[in-house]
C-alpha cells in the first residue's frame, strides 16, 4: 500500500521548503533560480493544507540558502517554513522572514517612477511586514501586497 | 530501504510526461499552463538520463491532455514520452510529434515581422521536422531550433 500523501518522496541532502501557498510555488522557484539549477529538483503543487487551503512544496538536493536567498521568498510566500535535510534527516527549520529592505524581485508601482523607466534596479524600504508595504526608495510611493508584480 | 531512483511518486489518474530535456522543463510547464493547474502536480528535474543526459519529468493528476496540446510540447522537447495513468496502471503510451503547423507558442526570428511589430499572433509551417525549421505565414523568414524563443 503506498502512502499516498507522499507523492515527492524524500532527499539525502538539501532543502526542503515547504508550505508555500500554491499560487507562489513558481514565483518561489523563479526568485531561486531553480528553473535553471542543475542539481535535482523535485516540486509538487496543489497539495491539500490545512492552513493554506492548497500548497506547494519544493526539495532541492545538495543546496543550502543563505539567509538572504531565503528572506526574499518571504515577499510571496511568507508562511514558508525550510527543512535544513542531512543524510534523510531534518537538522534544521527555518522560518522565512520578511527582510527590512528589498533590492531588485519586485516592481516599483509608480509607472512613472525611474525604475520603471531606466536601469535602475529597485529598492524599497519594508514599512509593514504584517500587511506588506514597501516604500520605493527613489519616489516613495508605496507598493502593497495587492499590486506585487515581480521583475 | 528506499527507492533513490523513484524522487516523484506515483498517481492513480492522470498524465506523466517523462524524458523531457532538463533545460525545457520549464518551457513545457509554461506551455501546457502547468503554473496555473489547481490538480495535484509534482515536477523532478535533473535526474540522471542515459539519452538525454539529464532529465525532467511532470505528473500531473486527473489531466488527459488533448493530442494539439501534447504536440506543441515537441517543439521544445521532442524526446518526451507520455504515460496515462488509470487507477495506477499506464493504459496508454504516446510520443510526443512535431506538428505541421505551429500557431503561437514560438516568436519569429525576424524583429521586421508584424508579429513584433502589431498585435498578431505567430504562424508557421513547419518545413523541417528532424532540424526543425519553421516558415512564419506572414514574412516568410525561418525560425530555427537555435533561434527559439518563446512568446
Known sequence: MKDKQLSVTAIKEGTVID???????FKVI?????DTLETLVTFGNSFESKKLGKKGIIKV????FST????????VAPSAKLNIIRN???VEKVKVEIPDKVQ??????????????????????VIS????????????????????DMI
Open 104 to 125: 531588485g524581485i519586485i516592481k516599483c508601482v509608480n509607472p512613472k517612477c525611474i525604475t520603471n523607466n531606466e536601469v535602475v534596479s529597485t529598492k524599497f524600504q
Open 61 to 64: 538536493s545538495d543546496v543550502f
Open 88 to 90: 534523510y534527516e531534518v
Open 19 to 25: 508550505h508555500i501557498p500554491s499560487e507562489s510555488l
Open 129 to 148: 511586514k504584517n500587511d506588506l508595504q514597501l516604500k520605493c526608495h527613489y519616489c516613495e510611493k508605496i507598493t502593497t501586497k495587492d499590486n506585487l
Open 30 to 34: 523563479s526568485i531561486l533560480g531553480l
Open 68 to 75: 538572504e536567498d531565503i528572506n526574499k521568498i518571504a515577499l
